[in-house]
T-cell receptor
């Protein structure tokens, strides 16, 4: 049972480049989330989705885009990478509704130089 | 402004003692609160959930309390072991969103 899978695990980008962080879950969960974690800052919600075709902004959406064409996949797109986007990115999912624990992937460590 | 604060960035305790971690929040009205464990280089792993109308929850050596008047949750690990060393995060659920504290790094000394 794979759970939540994130790729790549590590990436170095140059300023202005673009890339897509991949997130896939095999638990048939409706809700999916993208967070960034900076040292000493905790996790901040970037975007979330409550089902295929539905996405919403979180606390820190600027500079990012998402799409949700299937239940399984929730990619995060950086269009013009900036040094401020250097962080560890985590994807998470829950079945739906509330009172459910989040299942996290192991993160993508992104450095922008 | 909204804030979630967890007590001191780092907590060191002797093996066998009880570790108590604090999560304080302001300007939130969470429906429930969760605690997660995070090991270096890994994603957070769910430990316990407590609803706003519950005072206390237990799971093996773990206990969580939730006081909505004080806007505080306490997380206890009894009979602590070196394997409990990790960072512990609290998360508030409000609507469809989750808001995380900055985490407390716990080290259990043998």
């Amino acid at each position: 049972n794979a759970g939540v899978t994130q790729t790549p695990k590590f990436r170095i980008l140059k300023i202005g480049q673009s890339m897509t962080l991949q997130c896939t879950q095999d638990m048939n969960h409706n809700y999916m989330y993208w967070y960034r974690q900076d040292p000493g800052m905790g996790l901040k919600l970037i975007y979330y989705s409550v089902g295929a075709g539905i996405t919403d902004k979180g606390e820190v959406p600027n500079g990012y885009n998402v799409s949700r064409s299937t239940t399984e996949d929730f990619p995060l797109r950086l269009e013009l990478a900036a040094p401020s986007q250097t962080s560890v990115y985590f994807c998470a999912s829950i079945p739906g509704d509330s009172l459910q624990p989040q299942h996290f992937g192991d993160g993508t460590r992104l450095s922008i130089l | 402004s909204q804030k979630i604060e967890q007590n001191s960035e780092a907590l060191n305790i002797q093996e066998g003692k009880t570790a108590t971690l604090t999560c304080n929040y302001t300007n939130y009205s969470p429906a429930y609160l969760q605690w997660y464990r995070q090991d270096p280089g890994r994603g957070p792993v769910f430990l316990l959930l407590i609803r706003e109308n519950e005072k206390e929850k237990r799971k093996e050596r773990l206990k969580v309390t939730f006081d909505t008047t004080l806007k505080q949750s306490l997380f206890h690990i009894t009979a602590s072991q070196p394997a409990d060393s990790a960072t512990y995060l609290c998360a508030l659920a409000s609507g469809n969103q989750f808001y995380f504290g900055t985490g407390t790094s716990l080290t259990v000394i043998p």
